[in-house]
């Protein structure tokens, strides 16, 4: 959209998204607000809605969903990334533990999902896990440093140990096929690590491009 000034035609925003209480239900009668940091980063177009936690320096890109309506609550580290199109969503009553607390979701520290993948809950996603364009994480914990590539899908209860490469359009369904996962190969373990660094500058860039400070329910101020 743009708008019509006298020095010709300038861009036109429209900072837009919902934060807010999940609706109350049968098996989720209290509606709780999302806890959102300050220094993280909610881009136009995205919506958070219910018991939520999203720790510092994180950024949320456009045309995300984190709805903890059913499956609740979620967990989100810092440092994390959840790139355009990517989905949160959860079964009711289904957990994972992590520091002696249940969680739908729980997302450590320094995880990239990116593009248009889906964690569904219950679902434990550890540190510096890098989840792939249109991959799949159902059901399952994901160790600390592992590399989900693009379209594959982890589900049915699986755990994989720190450090496992999916490979690209894999369906890792069993225990076994999950323990014969090898290492991650250096070149995607730098390729991890780099889309790390580009993604820990959004939340600050484009924090003064919007010309928005936000409180600590992340709405803007």
Not at 13 to 33: A, D, H, L, R
Request: hydrophobic share 35%; with cysteine; net charge neutral.
């Amino acid at each position: 959209m743009k708008n019509q000034s006298n020095h010709g035609f300038e861009p036109y925003n429209i900072y837009s998204y919902f934060v807010g209480t999940n609706p109350p239900t049968s098996w989720n009668p209290c509606p709780k607000p999302p806890k959102i940091h300050q220094t993280a980063l909610l881009s136009p177009f995205t919506f958070v809605a219910g018991d939520v936690t999203i720790q510092e320096n994180t950024y949320v890109a456009p045309f995300v969903s984190i709805r903890a309506d059913e499956g609740t609550p979620f967990y989100i580290g810092r440092n994390t990334n959840l790139q355009d199109g990517v989905i949160l969503h959860g079964l009711k009553e289904k957990y994972v533990d992590k520091n002696n607390q249940r969680f739908s979701i729980y997302i450590g520290n320094g995880v990239s999902c990116a593009h248009g993948s889906l964690i569904h809950g219950p679902s434990l996603i550890e540190d510096d896990v890098f989840i792939g364009f249109k991959a799949i994480v159902y059901n399952a914990v994901v160790g600390k440093g592992s590399f989900i590539s693009s379209a594959a899908v982890v589900t049915a209860g699986v755990t994989l140990k720190p450090n496992s490469f999916v490979p690209p359009g894999a369906y890792i369904d069993t225990q076994a096929k999950a323990d014969s996962l090898k290492a991650v190969p250096t070149t995607e373990e730098e390729f991890a690590k780099e889309v790390q660094r580009v993604n820990q500058e959004f939340p600050s860039a484009y924090s003064l491009l919007l010309g928005k400070t936000r409180c600590s329910c992340g709405l803007a101020c």
